[in-house]
């Protein structure tokens, strides 16, 4: 894949915050309408790769979307095109779900302006399809955290951007709503328009999961690249147990490879 088909390409990404290397030299291709999970132990530089490719972060090196530099793109273009659900989001005090929800309208509502009734439907279907219209009117604070998580990611399909970029989505989420959130962002990325695909980036610790959504896998370890490829190539008891210490058995499932931990001793 060239950089000009790629919706995203970092090329030698690196990040360093005083002596401490966060990202080092990070190659990455994500074609239009790929789902790209990243997975590695704690502290190995997802979330900071995922910030990078949102333009939130400087970083060495260089990241395109759709073939822009992210750093030459404008607020609002970036937002329109790049929705990221942070690991763990900052909540404005009183604020409702549905006026939550409706933020991710900014980009599209003119300064000065105020939201159009399609932004309005936007959002009520976005929540419906989340399971969470019964709490349309409910404060974000008196939320469980799965049902927090969902409105998070409530905000970022309203955005309506086709970059999706997901730090642990899931990692709150009882199974059931696991596999809606799951099931809801693959059915957008494959019945959206063929010209303009959606594209998801996601971080999971739960990497049977991983593999079962992901085209590819990419595995981070101290902020370098260590394994790019199918689930298949990078799921492998070998790669676990080198790079998370992990003992596991790989065992094939209907969607790709399950991964089960077993105990040391
Ligand atoms: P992950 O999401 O894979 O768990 P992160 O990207 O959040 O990892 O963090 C990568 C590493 O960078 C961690 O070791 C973290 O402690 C470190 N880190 C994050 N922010 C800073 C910072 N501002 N200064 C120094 N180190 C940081
Ligand atoms: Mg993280």
Redesign the pocket.
């Known amino acids: 894949m060239s950089i000009d088909e790629a919706m995203v390409s970092a090329r030698g990404v690196g990040v360093r915050?005083?002596a401490?290397a966060?990202l080092s030299d990070v190659d990455i291709d994500v074609a239009p309408g790929e789902w790209l999970t990243v997975i590695?132990p704690?502290?190995?530089?997802?979330?900071?790769?995922l910030r990078v490719l949102a333009g939130l972060l400087p970083a060495a090196g260089e990241v395109r979307i759709g073939g822009t530099p992210v750093t030459a793109l404008r607020r609002r273009d970036r937002a329109r095109q790049i929705a990221l659900v942070a690991?763990d989001p900052v909540v404005p005090a009183g604020m409702s779900v549905f006026d939550y929800a409706l933020l991710g309208r900014t980009p599209y509502i003119p300064p000065l302006g105020v939201e159009s009734a399609a932004d309005l439907a936007a959002v009520r279907d976005v929540l419906a399809r989340l399971d969470l219209t019964a709490l349309t009117d409910r404060e974000l604070s008196t939320l469980s955290g799965g049902e927090r998580q969902r409105v998070f990611l409530a905000r970022a399909l309203a955005q309506g951007a086709r970059l999706l970029l997901l730090?642990e989505p899931t990692s709150a989420l009882d199974i059931g709503h696991q596999q809606d959130v799951l099931e809801l962002v693959d059915e957008l990325r494959t019945s959206g328009p063929a010209d303009e695909p959606l594209t998801v980036v996601a971080?999971m610790h739960d990497l049977s999961v991983a593999g079962e959504y992901a085209d590819r896998i990419l595995l981070?370890a101290d902020?370098r690249r260590v394994a790019l490829g199918t689930p298949d190539e990078v799921l492998t008891e070998e790669l676990l147990a080198t790079h998370y210490r992990a003992r596991v058995r790989v065992v094939a499932g209907d969607h790709g490879p399950l991964v089960v931990p077993v105990r040391r001793r």
């Open positions: 915050i005083g401490a966060l590695g704690n502290g190995a530089g997802k979330s900071t790769l690991q730090d971080t981070l902020g």
